[in-house]
């Protein structure tokens, strides 16, 4: 700490022999680093004021929470558009935040400092992953969004959502009334579980018919890559997103992770029945592709299983069946998970074949057509004690438990 009015000859006020000249005091220092740390300067007023700057800087230095003096001034705006630019995103999540940038937190913050921004201002959910960000880099030393937590969990648990289920006369009518090269979406969704999605990137490669099996590992999804638009009209369209439909691997899902789902021997004989009726269409690994023999493509079978047509076809379909109420493709897995878990299959299976990562949210979504479980616990324990079941269980096994 020093007075460049006495030791600096470039200032004004140089030389300057005064004791208490009233000058200002410089506060130099470097930043977290060492000798490749960014040298800093800032003046004040009073020597008090300088030295209780000087102790601070260092003291956060110590801790590992020195944070850089106008960090906190970048505009919110500018941290989120490098939120959106980090990381491993697939398209359909950057397009997401691009848009919820464009539409709700530009219009509503403008060039509003991040670290100006208070617990009152925030609205919108997402901006707890920018901030969280903005903490990880040293914008900011706390996430506001904390102070604002409690409060949405309640609200969330609060909310409750009506899970509709189709009969399975429905989904009978409606797969009876789609084009034959389609009937089999119907019977995976409700027969395996998948979204129609991964239904419609079912190939030949995913299927071992010996052991019953389906690897659920990819998806068709319309957030691909854009090749380099030539024309105005292709520049309108893409405007610099993905956009272009494609087959890639599961969504929030590491390359090598997938799902193996039991396939049940009246849709492993619809899946047999169709590839012998319409074979199969031969994709070759490429831009938004994904090699395999595909069970669905589009209607002249040049190209993937498109989402446009599905819910043309679908609606077709439903219309012809005479169905009244909405029903919608996603119906079809809450059938699945439904009638597996009233008929007593164990809720963390479930959520494995479903592709929850957390059990609870299969049980929280479809507890209303579990059995009753305590009273299930008392009818299995009594006719232990009563003798009237046998039970043979190992002396000891192995198991995996969280260390104290």
Not at 83 to 101: A, H, K, M, P
Not at 161 to 171: C, Q
Not at 218 to 241: S, Y
């Amino acid at each position: 700490m020093f007075q460049k009015c006495k030791d600096d000859a470039k200032s004004k006020n140089y030389p300057c022999e005064g004791v208490r000249c009233g000058h200002p005091w410089t506060v130099r220092y470097r930043e977290p680093g060492g000798r490749s740390g960014r040298q800093c300067e800032e003046s004040f007023e009073k020597k008090g004021t300088a030295d209780a700057f000087a102790a601070k800087v260092e003291r956060e230095k110590d801790l590992g929470t020195y944070i850089e003096p106008l960090g906190f001034m970048t505009p919110l705006v500018q941290v989120y558009r490098e939120f959106i630019g980090s990381g491993d995103r697939v398209n359909s999540t950057r397009y997401q935040y691009e848009t919820s940038l464009r539409l709700h937190v530009e219009p509503y913050f403008h060039s509003k400092p991040i670290g100006a921004v208070k617990p009152k201002d925030l609205r919108y959910e997402t901006l707890s992953g920018v901030f969280s960000f903005a903490v990880a880099n040293d914008y900011i030393t706390k996430n506001p969004c904390q102070h604002v937590q409690a409060g949405r969990r309640r609200a969330k648990r609060k909310i409750k959502k009506t899970i509709h289920l189709p009969t399975l006369e429905e989904i009978a009518a409606i797969a009876a009334n789609l084009p034959g090269p389609y009937q089999l979406l119907v019977w995976l969704m409700a027969g395996c579980g998948l979204r129609i999605g991964e239904a419609s990137a079912v190939c030949l490669q995913q299927i071992d018919f010996e052991a019953g099996v389906l690897y659920v590992d990819r998806q068709t999804t319309q957030d691909g890559e854009n090749e380099e638009p030539k024309t105005r009209r292709q520049r309108a369209v893409t405007k610099g997103r993905g956009r272009a439909q494609c087959i890639r691997h599961l969504k929030w899902r590491d390359q090598d992770e997938g799902r193996a789902v039991p396939i049940p021997t009246t849709i492993a004989a619809k899946i047999r029945q169709h590839i012998e009726q319409y074979g199969t269409y031969r994709v070759e690994n490429g831009l938004n592709r994904i090699e395999g023999d595909y069970l669905f493509s589009n209607v002249g079978r040049t190209n993937i299983l498109m989402y446009s047509l599905i819910d043309r076809l679908w609606r077709k379909a439903k219309a012809a069946a005479g169905i009244k109420r909405e029903i919608t493709p996603h119906w079809l897995r809450h059938f699945f998970a439904s009638a597996g878990l009233s008929k007593g299959v164990p809720v963390t299976d479930m959520a494995e074949w479903l592709g929850h990562r957390d059990p609870k949210i299969t049980y929280q979504t479809y507890a209303h057509v579990m059995p009753d479980a305590p009273q299930r616990l008392r009818t299995v324990m009594d006719s232990v004690f009563n003798l009237d079941a046998e039970l043979s269980l190992p002396l000891s096994f192995e198991a995996l438990v969280e260390a104290a």
